[in-house]
């Protein structure tokens, strides 16, 4: 598997990311193990989670997912074959939250003890903070980077004003910068990212990495209308999709995934793969099938046809 460069973080990863918060949520611990190791053993590198994974969860508390990646690192002896990113600054309860530096080298710790690394590769600010300067934020990051528990730093949930203020910020200062920006975007939700953030990305050599990247699974097609909608846990999730744009960026994927003998999501993937700006696409498997469509998907080349008939079916 080609492996790309992430921003300029000397960082090589494959050009999808598998999404780690449905281990320990959707996905029990036997499974999630499973999972991984087939990721590594297709030739995959790339995992993201973070520390908030599985809070939303009844019972849960955070950290489930750091926590069966950590045992399957042990078991597995693969940690040299993994690029690990996690993030900070969500609600994790009992005021545990936010980007100050005092919280940012608590929670480091703490997921590096559940991950059972002795290094983060790739440590995200997982929403912006504006209550403390983006210079401190970057003050403290720095010191993990030179104490060697972070290999590089991202953001995610970043607007386009902040993410260049935070790179000015980074310069000015001779602090790391953000190298990764992790934002929404996907087939039906494309302003949000190309609006602004797509240029401040490619202008400043940001690697991105994005999320939800097949609409909460409404891309994969299965979801067509409101009686779809109990096929999952995340059906009511993709409601607000079932438009007639929605529908006519179904239409087109299903027409490209059967001139390419692929499935829709494979392309929806593909799409973003082939888009420039974008480093790697984040998307999560609850099983072994699941886990094949993605790497197929990273394995899809779309044509010039492809790329234009997607881009007109789900413009704005």
């Not at 995992?47 to 969860?57: F, H, L, Q």
């Not at 950590?70 to 040299?80: A, E, P, T």
């Not at 300067?133 to 607007?159: C, E, W």
């Not at 999560?284 to 007109?312: F, I, K, N, P, W």
């Amino acid at each position: 598997m080609i492996k790309r460069p992430l921003g300029r973080s000397g960082l090589q990863v494959s050009p999808l990311c598998l999404g780690g918060n449905v281990f320990g949520w959707t996905v029990d611990a036997a499974t999630s193990f499973t999972l991984l190791d087939a990721w590594i053993d297709a030739g995959m590198n790339f995992i993201d989670t973070a520390d908030v994974y599985s809070r939303w969860v009844p019972g849960h508390t955070g950290g489930e997912s750091e926590r069966l990646i950590g045992q399957w690192l042990k078991r597995s002896g693969k940690r040299d074959r993994v690029v690990l990113a996690t993030k900070v600054g969500k609600d994790m309860g009992d005021g545990r939250v936010g980007l100050a530096p005092a919280y940012i080298r608590s929670a480091v710790e703490a997921s590096l003890k559940r991950l059972q690394t002795d290094v983060i590769d790739l440590y995200q600010s997982h929403d912006d903070d504006p209550t403390v300067p983006l210079a401190d934020t970057l003050g403290a990051y720095a010191d993990l980077i030179k104490a060697g528990k972070v290999r590089a730093i991202g953001a995610s949930n970043f607007a386009a004003a902040r993410m260049s203020e935070a790179l000015a910020v980074s310069a000015a200062h001779r602090l790391p910068r953000y190298e990764c920006l992790q934002p929404l975007y996907n087939l039906v939700e494309r302003p949000a990212f190309e609006a602004e953030l797509e240029a401040v990305c490619l202008r400043h050599s940001v690697g991105v990495i994005t999320f939800f990247a097949l609409a909460s699974g409404f891309l994969s097609g299965k979801y067509r209308s409101e009686a779809d909608l109990g096929k999952s846990a995340r059906g009511q999730g993709v409601k607000k999709y079932l438009n007639p744009r929605g529908l006519r960026v179904l239409d087109a994927l299903e027409v490209v995934a059967t001139r390419l003998n692929a499935t829709p999501a494979q392309v929806a993937l593909a799409w973003q793969i082939a888009r420039p700006s974008v480093t790697a696409p984040i998307a999560s498997a609850t099983s072994l099938a699941q886990l094949a469509d993605l790497v197929a998907a990273a394995r899809l080349a779309l044509d010039a046809d492809a790329l234009q008939g997607l881009d007109d079916a789900s413009a704005a």
